[in-house]
Each structure stands twice: as structure tokens, then as C-alpha cells.
């Protein structure tokens, strides 16, 4: 079994994640799908972007527009199409990080799905994971078809990435920046006044690792995006640990070197930089919640 794609396919591809980079700077991703031709290999054809919210190291499918999307390739393809979630790193390099891996669980598609991962470079990543017997994600070549046409990103592709892609809106909140996505969240909304109130809970249910990851992420994406520099990066860790402790949690976000942020920040994710009140790192305190287990 082989896989391929045309040159066209795989230009949208590409001009979708240089459209991006060139609007804010942001990821994007999409769907496509794997039509098997008469040899048993599968052509990777028809890649869309779908309604989604970006940062520079994120981007999240519309779960609506996702399910829409299946019915509507399951109609044309019928029910045993295979899919391909491709996304891209913007001008990092592309590798699948702990995030994507467990995303990846969230595509499961029969006994294998198949995953791609680009940046403006065209560099790229393309994997199957196979579910059964064992779960096991393999490198495998993609080969590609027809002539190649570079120019510049086209018109329809800007306008459909300004249509479909939205920001995550900063507003202001304790640590000086924050998304507006929190606010849809009545626990998210409480968090930062009931923290102060000393206690771990809201409503009477456990602040959750997703939601610590959540403000973890607030301030990441805040120096990913050059919004505060390296001082204020390590001013917010330290209050967001002071937070924590009056909340009784025992997450706490690590600390970071000025080496470190230089070198490893854009390779890192929240869960990354969380660790336990002995300064171990999750996997090493709950493995439960290594990579990214759990977070549903």
C-alpha cells in the first residue's frame, strides 16, 4: 500500500498554510480525502479547511463543521472513505508534537488513519497510525503526481482562510492577556477570582489539568506572539504559581531559562511546562495524563 498526491492537491495544501503565515503568523489545518485506485494504493485528493480557531502553535476544527464535512464525503465517497487530517507547523519545523499525537485519536478511521503535517517550506511529515493489533505510528513516503506550478498564494485561497479562520480575540484578565474563548467557559470565567479565594474548586468541581494547561497556554501564546517579552514571560509565570498556590493545586508551570526560551519554547506545548509542587513533570508524577491523556 502506497500513497500519493498531485502536485495541485499538495500546492493548496501549502498555499493554505503560507496564506496563514502571512495573515498572522498562525497554523491552519484541513481535511482530505484517500481514495484506493485499482493497484490498492490510496491518492490523497480534495483537501479543504474547514471552520477553525488558530493560534501560532494551535488550530482547532469547528466540531460542527467537522461532522458536516463527514456526511457530506461519506454521500460522495461513500461510507468507507478514508480520511486525512493535515495541519500545518507555520515556519516551524514539522514533526508531530504531543498534541498531535493525541489529536490524532480524535481521527481514528477503521484499523489505520493517515496524518500529514507541513510548513511554508514545504517540509513535511507523513505518517499512518495504525489502532490495531498494536498501536503504532509509522513515517511513510508520499509520492507525488502531475507538474509542478508554484506562484504566489492565490486570491480564493486568502479569502477562504479570512473566512473560515478566526483568531483567538486577546481581552484583558489577571495576567494581562487572555482569549476570549475562556469566556464562554462560566468555569473558566470564575477561575481567576475563585483562585484568589483559595480554594482548588468552582462550582464545587476540581480545577481539571486541561484547565490549568488552558492558562498555562495564555501565556505561551502570548510571547509566542511577541505580545511580552522574556520579563514579562517569567513575571506571569510567577504569578500564575502564586495562583496556584492559593488554589491549593498541585500543578504549577515550570520556570524557564532565558536558553530556554530562546531554543525550546516554539517546540513545547502547555503540559509541557506544567509540573508538580517537587518540580517533577507530569509523566514523571501522573503518568495518566502523559501525553495529553485524558484531557476529554
Same mark, same amino acid.
Given at each position: 500500500?502506497?500513497?500519493?498526491?498531485?502536485?495541485?492537491?499538495?500546492?493548496?495544501?501549502?498555499?493554505?498554510?503560507?496564506?496563514?503565515?502571512?495573515?498572522?503568523?498562525?497554523?491552519?489545518?484541513?481535511?482530505?480525502?484517500?481514495?484506493?485506485?485499482?493497484?490498492?494504493?490510496?491518492?490523497?485528493?480534495?483537501?479543504?479547511?474547514?471552520?477553525?480557531?488558530?493560534?501560532?502553535?494551535?488550530?482547532?476544527?469547528?466540531? =460542527?463543521?467537522?461532522?458536516?464535512?463527514?456526511?457530506?464525503?461519506?454521500?460522495?465517497?461513500?461510507?468507507?472513505?478514508?480520511?486525512?487530517?493535515?495541519?500545518?507547523?507555520?515556519?516551524?519545523?514539522?514533526?508531530?508534537?504531543?498534541?498531535? $499525537?493525541? $489529536?490524532?485519536?480524535?481521527?481514528?478511521?477503521?484499523?489505520?488513519?493517515?496524518?500529514?503535517?507541513?510548513?511554508?517550506?514545504?517540509?513535511?511529515?507523513?505518517?499512518?497510525?495504525?489502532?490495531?493489533?498494536?498501536?503504532?505510528?509509522?513515517?511513510?513516503?508520499?509520492?507525488?503526481?502531475? =507538474?509542478?506550478?508554484?506562484?504566489?498564494?492565490?486570491?480564493? %485561497?486568502? =479569502?477562504?482562510?479570512?473566512?473560515?479562520?478566526?483568531?483567538?480575540?486577546?481581552?484583558?484578565?489577571?495576567?494581562?492577556?487572555?482569549?476570549?474563548?475562556?469566556?464562554?467557559?462560566?468555569?473558566?470565567?470564575?477561575?481567576?477570582?475563585?483562585?484568589?479565594?483559595? $480554594?482548588?474548586?468552582?462550582?464545587?468541581?476540581?480545577?481539571?489539568?486541561?484547565?490549568?494547561?488552558?492558562?498555562? =497556554?495564555?501565556?505561551?501564546?502570548?510571547?509566542?506572539?511577541?505580545?511580552?517579552?522574556?520579563?514579562?514571560?517569567?513575571?506571569?509565570?510567577?504569578?500564575?504559581?502564586?495562583?496556584?498556590?492559593?488554589?491549593?493545586?498541585?500543578?504549577?508551570?515550570?520556570?524557564?531559562?532565558?536558553?530556554?526560551?530562546?531554543?525550546?519554547?516554539?517546540?513545547?506545548?502547555?503540559?509541557?511546562? %506544567?509540573?508538580?509542587?517537587?518540580?517533577?513533570?507530569?509523566?514523571?508524577?501522573?503518568?495518566?495524563?502523559?501525553?495529553?491523556?485524558?484531557?476529554?
Amino acid at each position: 500500500m502506497q500513497f500519493y498526491i498531485s502536485n495541485e492537491d499538495w500546492d493548496k495544501i501549502i498555499y493554505y498554510a503560507k496564506g496563514r503565515v502571512e495573515m498572522n503568523g498562525d497554523e491552519v489545518g484541513g481535511m482530505a480525502v484517500m481514495i484506493q485506485d485499482k493497484e490498492g494504493d490510496y491518492i490523497i485528493q480534495d483537501p479543504v479547511i474547514l471552520t477553525q480557531e488558530t493560534t501560532g502553535s494551535t488550530c482547532t476544527l469547528e466540531k =460542527e463543521a467537522l461532522a458536516d464535512y463527514y456526511i457530506e464525503m461519506a454521500q460522495k465517497h461513500g461510507k468507507d472513505t478514508h480520511f486525512l487530517w493535515w495541519h500545518s507547523h507555520a515556519k516551524m519545523k514539522a514533526f508531530w508534537s504531543g498534541t498531535d $499525537t493525541s $489529536t490524532m485519536e480524535e481521527y481514528q478511521n477503521g484499523n489505520w488513519s493517515a496524518f500529514l503535517v507541513v510548513n511554508v517550506n514545504e517540509e513535511f511529515k507523513f505518517s499512518v497510525r495504525y489502532w490495531d493489533p498494536v498501536d503504532a505510528i509509522v513515517d511513510v513516503k508520499l509520492g507525488r503526481l502531475g =507538474e509542478e506550478d508554484k506562484s504566489e498564494v492565490p486570491k480564493d %485561497i486568502m =479569502e477562504e482562510l479570512k473566512a473560515k479562520c478566526s483568531d483567538k480575540t486577546w481581552v484583558a484578565n489577571q495576567y494581562g492577556y487572555g482569549y476570549s474563548r475562556y469566556n464562554q467557559s462560566p468555569a473558566l470565567r470564575k477561575q481567576m477570582t475563585i483562585w484568589n479565594q483559595g $480554594t482548588n474548586k468552582v462550582d464545587g468541581k476540581e480545577l481539571t489539568f486541561i484547565e490549568v494547561c488552558d492558562a498555562v =497556554e495564555v501565556i505561551v501564546d502570548a510571547y509566542d506572539d511577541k505580545k511580552i517579552t522574556k520579563k514579562q514571560f517569567n513575571k506571569k509565570t510567577k504569578e500564575l504559581n502564586a495562583l496556584l498556590k492559593a488554589a491549593k493545586s498541585k500543578f504549577r508551570m515550570k520556570k524557564m531559562t532565558a536558553k530556554e526560551l530562546n531554543h525550546n519554547i516554539m517546540h513545547m506545548w502547555p503540559a509541557d511546562l %506544567i509540573i508538580d509542587e517537587d518540580g517533577n513533570t507530569i509523566e514523571e508524577s501522573n503518568p495518566s495524563l502523559s501525553m495529553y491523556s485524558g484531557w476529554e
